[in-house]
């Protein structure tokens, strides 16, 4: 349950050291005035000097407390204090009542370390076109870039969703490398006009925020592949790592000349990030491919859509066909093997998609999703060993990324880690609490907040979670689906029911996921979830048009 005004205060209070500074205070003062009235008359002081003592010192009381609550004395010296993790309205009720975490957040190693020099933030590019309408574009180009150098083996890459928070930040190169643990930036600045592009990039230090690298592109919108390879390779060499020749393949793979497939396919990438359900992120992939059916990236990003849609056979056939065609034009893709992994798993082929996650995750090891997506079919089939180590892999990877956390606790709880599993969802829903203060209209991360909050004892904090989410996308299948689960997790069976069946109506849905998911287990028997299981299972096995 949320907490009551008063004692968020005083937890507040608390946190920033105002009252361990006023109790000091007091104390200090305290013996300040006896030392005065013991040595101020012997000295021949006049009476008034003990009075005006006990003034100042009542006068630099509130100034002690003020300053307490304004600025922390770090390590690194006096800094302002950061607001608290539940000051916000985005912000779970009684986080800050819950025990601190083990997993490291923001980026941070457990031990403080420092970052090594060979760690990289990608930060989405500034929007200089004149119509301003570029923002899709200017993502896409960054996120390309960290797409490629994941790949790169001794380089660790933030997660798009850790560097793209400081989208139109102020923050500069030194807090983003603190925040998220890396030892540098690279920026940039996108200007589109027509069929002309001027990309500006600089990787920054940040330790210091010097530049150690930037260089300017003025060419067509044909050329915009070959400026993201050579950026990327530039900021490899920039950090003095030396690339394998399949590195360095990976590194020049694929693309398109055509522009308005870069367009569309960049369009795609945006769809899916923005609402994940895949249908308009396909539409878009689709156009792009009606460009241009030599594009690789769009036949995975296909692929990966019609994964994410997971029950109709006919868009797993379709998605099977765009992976491979993915895989002919370009046999070193990862993205296309962990899409095909994920169709895999959908159809029940599990040989095949252990095959596939295992090809994703060695040519692409530094991408955390590879390791998230291969730890649900691990979860799926019962691999909860396996599942817990896949998942730890990916918190590894992505240490301001809430989902592997909170698919942690699921594995743990499946092998009756009890305290070991609270401690993975106290730490997810500290992750969602600071991504909703980022982000407050979010309804994946309120939904999965709502779930790990119903599992932790906060029922009215989850059923808030559960009502915004469905209120901000009513149909969007992931916010309901969730939704669904911590009602039926809090015992709310029939609103669970409910909602279970409008994310049904969407169309998606992954058969073999809703009945192995323990957050359903009490919906189990009940006529209305049988038959909509029978309505999926229907549904997955129809023949493909």
């Known amino acids: 349950m949320r907490e009551p005004k008063l004692k968020h205060w005083y937890e507040e209070l608390r946190r920033r050291k105002v009252i361990r500074v006023a109790a000091a205070y007091v104390v200090v003062a305290w013996l300040l005035v006896q030392v005065a009235d013991v040595t101020f008359e012997p000295m021949g002081l006049p009476v008034w000097t003990l009075q005006l003592v006990i003034v100042l010192l009542a006068l630099g009381f509130p100034l002690a407390c003020v300053l307490a609550w304004a600025y922390d004395v770090t390590p690194r010296?006096?800094?302002?204090?950061?607001?608290?993790?539940?000051?916000?309205?985005?912000?779970?009720?009684s986080i800050t009542a819950l025990p601190n975490q083990a997993y490291p957040s923001d980026g941070e190693t457990a031990a403080g370390a420092a970052p090594s020099a060979?760690?990289?933030?990608?930060?989405?590019?500034?929007?200089?076109?004149?119509?301003?309408?570029?923002?899709?574009?200017?993502?896409?180009?960054?996120?390309?870039?960290?797409?490629?150098?994941?790949?790169?083996?001794?380089l660790r890459v933030a997660s798009r969703t850790s560097s793209f928070r400081f989208k139109s930040s102020n923050e500069d190169a030194r807090e983003i490398g603190r925040q998220l643990n890396v030892g540098t930036v690279l920026e940039g600045s996108v200007r589109k006009a027509g069929d002309h592009v001027r990309i500006n990039a600089q990787l920054l230090n940040a330790a210091d925020g010097y530049t150690l690298w930037s260089q300017s592109y003025?060419?067509?919108?044909?050329?915009?592949?070959?400026?993201?390879?050579?950026?990327?390779?530039?900021?490899?060499?920039?950090?003095?790592?030396?690339?394998?020749?399949?590195?360095?393949?990976?590194?020049?793979?694929?693309g398109t000349q055509n522009a308005q497939a870069y367009d569309f396919f960049l369009r795609g990438q945006q769809q899916l990030?923005?609402?994940?359900?895949?249908?308009?992120?396909a539409a878009m992939f689709r156009q792009a491919l009606s460009h241009d059916p030599d594009f690789p990236q769009a036949h995975a990003g296909l692929a990966n859509a019609l994964a994410l849609q997971g029950i109709v056979s006919g868009g797993l056939e379709e998605g099977f066909t765009a992976s491979r065609r993915a895989l002919e034009l370009e046999p070193w893709m990862p993205e296309a093997y962990l899409a095909r992994a994920q169709l895999h798993s959908a159809r029940g082929n599990d040989e095949e998609a252990e095959r596939d996650f295992e090809e994703a995750v060695q040519l692409n090891p530094g991408s955390y999703f590879s390791y998230y997506a291969?730890?649900?079919?691990?979860?799926?089939?019962?691999?909860?060993?396996?599942?817990?180590?896949?998942?730890?892999?990916?918190?590894?990877l992505a240490p301001t990324e809430y989902t592997p956390l909170g698919m942690l606790s699921f594995a743990l709880q499946k092998l009756g880690r009890k305290d070991e599993e609270r401690e993975a969802r106290v730490g997810a829903l500290r992750l969602i609490d600071k991504h909703l203060q980022q982000v407050p209209d979010d309804e994946v991360a309120m939904s999965r907040g709502a779930i790990m909050a119903a599992w932790l004892g906060q029922k009215e904090w989850s059923l808030e979670l559960v009502e915004r989410a469905t209120r901000t996308r009513p149909d969007g299948y992931t916010g309901l689906y969730n939704a669904a689960c911590a009602c039926a997790v809090l015992g709310e069976r029939d609103r669970a029911l409910d909602l279970l069946e409008r994310a049904e109506r969407t169309g998606r849905g992954g058969l073999r996921w809703i009945e192995a998911d323990d957050d359903l287990a009490s919906l189990h028997g009940d006529p209305r979830f049988d038959a909509m299981i029978e309505r999926i299972r229907l549904a997955t096995e129809q023949p493909s048009a």
């Open 218 to 254: 003025d060419r067509t919108l044909d050329d915009v592949f070959a400026i993201q390879t050579d950026i990327a390779k530039q900021l490899v060499q920039a950090l003095q790592i030396t690339l394998q020749p399949r590195e360095d393949d990976l590194l020049g793979r694929g």
């Open 118 to 154: 060979q760690s990289v933030a990608i930060l989405p590019f500034v929007n200089m076109s004149p119509e301003r309408d570029q923002d899709y574009f200017c993502d896409g180009i960054a996120e390309e870039i960290l797409n490629s150098l994941c790949c790169v083996r001794g």
């Open 273 to 281: 990030h923005a609402y994940g359900d895949g249908t308009e992120a």
């Open 77 to 93: 010296g006096i800094e302002a204090a950061s607001a608290g993790e539940s000051t916000t309205e985005g912000a779970p009720g």
């Open 374 to 396: 291969w730890g649900r079919h691990c979860l799926a089939t019962g691999q909860d060993e396996r599942a817990v180590e896949l998942f730890q892999n990916a918190a590894r």
